[in-house]
């Protein structure tokens, strides 16, 4: 390995699986994980960050594997109470995932920053690895649907998914600012790899490239810049990316995964059984590295990352 | 029965018991229960009256009447998660509990009054009765002790009353309003008797009578006033009544509670066990009413309840 810093950008839990990969092969010092905002809201009263809260609970291990989201060994009594007090449903709040919630809002609400704020907690957890909020500053995904325009989660939880999409856009993004620990990210001199993580480019990485100075920096950047395919022989692994992307009018594929992030990486890590679409990526100028992308265990998050940080020559 | 109206003063478990009681035996429309507010604070972000939850959780029979505060069935994830995201430990929230506080912090930021927050929360429980607050403003009890000015949470719970009290104030109570709903009640025109339920007179009932005219408006007042002694046998049925009565100069009997409320109240009930003081009571110009006071179950609740109307002639 060289030395140099990575920056991983990533979203929810696909993207969070591989940077727990990252965070297990890493010095702690050499990684910034930067993650997505745009699906954050305030639900009763308290400040939600759905993608940083996987992110965290993954790299600390508390994350429940089964039901694929929030903590393990979770209970419901407080949702239960709140639902006889007449406070909404549809969006499920753990006893455990809630103090969470409670300690972020509190915290933001005496003046920290969401970037303080996660890092304290993230330390409270043990996680060495740096995870940073995209931005310190309030960005809104709103899905431009058939029914109208729809707040993130009220679009991916309490709809299902189910409007059809039209277009996706992130409310407050032109005004926003990328994160101090972002924006120091991009600007190390030692920066040595970008990766994508693999989560829902439209959701999860688009939030991050739509703030300001952020694409045109990705663009321009001398060090390698790595996507990893959340797309499997047709199929997103996780989440709602295959239908939006056939709404959208993207090609659900890998071909489509890399002419969403065209001039904006170098590579693009496919599956195994993505192997014969490898032609057609490097076809737009993308080199394609083959490898296996679908992680089940501890292990195969370190593998795709050792793969990751190889193609990256990291 | 008369069909007037009847005032409840109280404050948390002793004068919940009372309260609930009277809510049995009484039409809705015939109760209005004032609620001490001087205990409430925020505590990780969260807006917490103790006082106003006791009643609540007990004229609901949601309390748990074993551990004698809280909520029955009550876990305790979120605050162990809380724990260990570096949160203070010395205040319990319960799992169950924390939906109330959750639901009146975000009502209280929404903008809606503490008056109004209560109204519904009870309702959204089944409670029938009026449930209020003493004043919508913030009061905020503060123990004088050798240690110091103290929080009357960090007092009673983190410090469990160990600091010598020296004297109690009410900060913040020239500039609150009584809520309107107890200024109401106490200009009733069909106001039939006023209750002090059995509570601390200290730290729970001073902090009604601390709001602008209350006072003034007791003493005035043509209808029956009667207290219900929290002292038995020279002990507190419950809390820190004889230790800090003690500490404040005040004998530890019900001749110490009747001197306290003098000029306020006409009658106060007292215990079987105190029957011998009820010379001294009446020497103070004051009817003394015996009947059995410790309630320890649903009927013995009732039949206080009952004894306490009928002393008051309603």
Request: hydrophobic share 50%.
């Amino acid at each position: 390995m060289s030395g140099r810093h990575v920056l991983a950008l990533c979203g929810g839990v696909g993207g969070a699986k591989l940077a727990a990969g990252l965070a297990a092969v890493l010095p702690a010092e050499r990684l910034t994980i930067v993650v997505n905002t745009g699906d954050d809201f305030e639900h009763v009263g308290l400040a939600i960050s759905p993608d940083i809260d996987t992110v965290v609970y993954t790299l600390s291990g508390l994350s429940d594997t089964v039901r694929g989201w929030g903590v393990a060994d979770e209970s419901w009594q407080a949702m239960a109470q709140l639902g006889r007090l007449g406070e909404p449903q549809w969006f499920q709040l753990g006893d455990r995932d809630l103090a969470m919630h409670i300690a972020r809002t509190h915290r933001l609400r005496e003046g920290e920053t969401l970037s303080q704020v996660t890092a304290s907690l993230a330390a409270s957890l043990g996680i060495a690895a740096a995870i940073i909020p995209m931005t310190d500053d309030p960005v809104r995904t709103k899905v431009e649907t058939d029914d109208g325009v729809l707040d993130f989660q009220r679009y991916f939880v309490a709809e299902q998914c189910r409007p059809v999409a039209r277009a996706i856009g992130f409310a407050g993004a032109l005004e926003a600012q990328p994160s101090p620990g972002f924006a120091a990210a991009l600007a190390r001199e030692d920066l040595g790899a970008v990766i994508i993580c693999p989560s829902n480019p439209y959701l999860s990485i688009d939030p991050l490239l739509s703030l300001p100075g952020v694409r045109q920096r990705l663009a321009s950047l001398a060090a390698p810049r790595v996507a990893v395919s959340p797309i499997v022989a047709g199929q997103a692994i996780k989440g709602p990316t295959a239908k939006l992307m056939t709404e959208l009018g993207a090609s659900v594929d890998v071909v489509g995964v890399a002419r969403h992030y065209h001039g904006l990486i170098d590579q693009l890590m496919i599956d195994e059984a993505d192997r014969a679409e490898a032609p057609a990526i490097e076809a737009l100028g993308l080199a394609a590295v083959v490898a296996p992308t679908i992680m089940r265990s501890h292990a195969d998050r370190v593998a795709l990352a050792e793969a990751t940080l190889a193609a990256a020559g990291v």
